[in-house]
């Protein structure tokens, strides 16, 4: 019998159009640069039949008996919403934060629009149908889901009213009895070439007269007429010079809708501007899945602060207060994630359903101070092993080789073997210096958006009263009994 992991690779062979390097891929499951990454993400799946893992990573549904991943839950008790968190944390952790789209996030956003769905109904009477099918479906069936939800770069300076700008952002060109037929392009599609199927909406501030551009879709990856054209892979086959590389390289894509026909059961909303702006803004939904976010950059802090912790050992300097000043550093960051967690979870308010939401305030402030404390973190493991991380050896079977005495001796690490060290110092460079490193930073500055505007609208969102009310109080009292300025 199969296991789920092996199930799930087998069914990325299903016809999709993936493009690395100019050239359609013939089998997702097979081709190398995918290989790594596919076993990872395997390893995760079978946990829902280990009964050593499920209960960690997931739970029993009712209705089929059988397992599912526990960003499926709908959780409307305090231990419902551990449970997710928990599941979160042990996914993280299974790959060292490395992986911010398995899937967690985009089932949490569909898992979201299916728990508010009496509310949503408001903006359309058959929504509250199609998104309790298509959760079914999802939860039973272990789909692997993630979002392209960004326009591409074309000009920022131009928008909808500019005809060469409009006719590439996705939109509709013709209804049919089936579905919607859309043309043009999205980004930044992370796992794009081994999901099931694409969570689609946009950013976009739409006016009433946009609506061939204002829709949220749910795009199967094998659509004829959708393109995954992917960027250059980071992965390398050397698993022991690149042990991030080689099994936590998430491909990003983008996707080309050449004429793709979107059958109306996967159309959850089309053509009002200000209904998708609503579910869009959908505080169940947007509580739910960037909860997942901040569960995952505590696993990957953790990991980052862990290995400066081995660097700084390895080669003697714990005993520095500079260091030791760097080194508390991260600590502090991942004790405030942490904090911001614990807050998020245990305010967590009930909707008009009675779903239990994490407060999107304290999750929001975690994403947004998530967008320094990583390159930060970066900044200081680069500080730590300074000039060590570019005099490693180029590959470790030169200990073996007519030099490796001298290779011992002067590979040597303050409290570890040469051969270890120089194993940590290629983990390190994998973190922080490879393509894959590099991508990483970029990932975590901008994935949840414009970090600048972040901040702005949590200004724009927050009850200002609440803190300048006693200000205006006080001055008021002051000012009692004083004769008026001349």
């Known amino acids: 019998m199969s296991s789920r992991g092996d199930k799930f690779k087998a069914s990325l062979d299903d016809g999709r159009s993936v493009w690395l390097e100019g050239k359609p891929i013939a089998s997702v499951s097979e081709h190398a640069e995918f290989k790594g990454t596919l076993n990872t993400i395997g390893k995760l799946f079978n946990m829902m039949d280990d009964p050593q893992e499920r209960d960690k990573a997931g739970y029993l549904v009712p209705e089929t008996g059988k397992y599912a991943h526990s960003s499926f839950l709908v959780p409307y ?69 993630t979002t392209a939800i960004i326009d591409p770069q074309i000009d920022r300076s131009s928008g909808l009213d500019d ?80 042990p991030l590389s080689s099994r936590y390289d998430e491909m990003d894509a983008v996707l080309f809708f050449d004429d793709v026909l979107i059958p109306w059961e996967r159309v959850l909303l089309y053509g009002d501007s200000e ?3 609503a579910l869009r803004a959908n505080k169940t939904a947007n509580g739910l899945a960037f909860h997942q976010n901040v569960v995952r950059f505590v696993a990957k802090l953790e990991f980052i602060t862990g290995v400066s912790f081995a660097v700084a050992e390895a080669i003697g300097v714990t005993g520095f207060l500079h260091i030791q000043e760097k080194l508390g550093e991260l600590l502090t960051q991942i004790d405030v994630i942490k904090a911001l967690v614990i807050a998020a979870e245990t305010q967590a308010k009930p909707d008009a359903s009675g779903v239990l939401v994490p407060d999107l305030q304290y999750v929001e402030t975690a994403r947004s101070l998530g967008t320094k404390y990583y390159p930060r973190a970066v900044e200081i493991l680069q500080q730590v092993g300074a000039g060590g991380f570019v005099q490693t050896p180029s590959d470790a079977e030169d200990f073996y080789g007519p030099i490796s ?12 073997s040469a051969e270890k060290k120089v194993e940590l110092f290629k983990l390190a460079w994998d973190l922080i210096g490879s393509p894959l490193g590099a991508r990483h930073l970029l990932y975590e500055k901008f994935y ?34 004083k004769s008026p300025a001349i």
């Open 448 to 481: 949840a958006g414009d970090p600048i505007r972040g901040l702005a609208n949590h200004y724009n969102r927050f009850d200002k009263g609440s803190l300048t009310d006693p200000i205006w109080k006080l001055l008021k009292e002051n000012s009692k009994g």
């Open 77 to 145: 008790s305090q231990e419902e919403l551990d449970k997710r968190s928990r599941s979160f944390a042990h996914w993280s952790s299974a790959t060292n934060g490395m992986m911010s789209r398995l899937s967690d996030y985009a089932r949490s956003m569909v898992t979201g629009w299916y728990a508010a769905r009496d509310q949503l109904s408001e903006l359309d009477p058959q929504f509250a149908h199609k998104i309790s099918a298509y959760y079914e479906h999802a939860r039973d069936n272990d789909l692997f889901l």
């Open 163 to 242: 005809k060469r700008i409009a006719e590439r952002f996705l939109h509709v060109v013709r209804e049919t009895s089936e579905g919607i037929v859309v043309r043009g392009a999205k980004m930044i599609a992370t796992g794009a070439p081994y999901t099931h199927d694409f969570v689609i909406f946009s950013f976009l501030q739409f006016q009433s007269e946009h609506r061939k551009h204002a829709h949220v879709l749910i795009v199967p990856a094998n659509s004829p007429g959708l393109h995954i054209v992917c960027r250059e892979s980071f992965h390398h086959p050397n698993e022991r010079n690149h």
């Open 275 to 277: 209904k998708v702006l």
């Open 405 to 416: 005495k001298l290779m011992h001796q002067y590979f040597e690490g303050a409290s570890v």
